[in-house]
């Protein structure tokens, strides 16, 4: 388990940056898009830049067991509506550059099949 105590948007904050970072980098049209979408739906970019600096610190391992962590708190936490409005939000994302590259997909399936989508 994480230092990290996950929780609604923390948990969507994880995701975002599993997302956004999956090619190793998160380009300027993926931090717009991010921005952009968030700021839609009232969530505060605030604690999303601490999250993310507080994942900016942490190994490549941690990164993906508090994204697994994530997983299981929205599966716990969202109805089935917002399970898929999770899940529209980082395909989303993924899109937002134009294309959505092949570890991206592979991590949107994953979360897709955990979420039970």
Known sequence: MSTYALNDETSIDTLVFWIESSDGSISYAEKEAVKRILENMKYDMETYNKTLSL???????????????????????????????????????????????????????????????
Not at 77 to 100: M, P, V, W
């Open 55 to 117: 994942i900016a610190g942490m190994g490549t391992d941690d990164v993906k067991k508090m994204a697994e962590e994530a997983v299981d708190h929205i599966n716990r936490s969202f109805s089935d509506d917002g399970k898929k409005l999770t899940y529209n939000l980082l395909e989303a994302i993924a899109a937002c550059d134009g294309k959505i590259t092949a570890s991206e997909k592979a991590k949107l399936d994953a979360i897709k099949s955990e979420l039970g989508i």
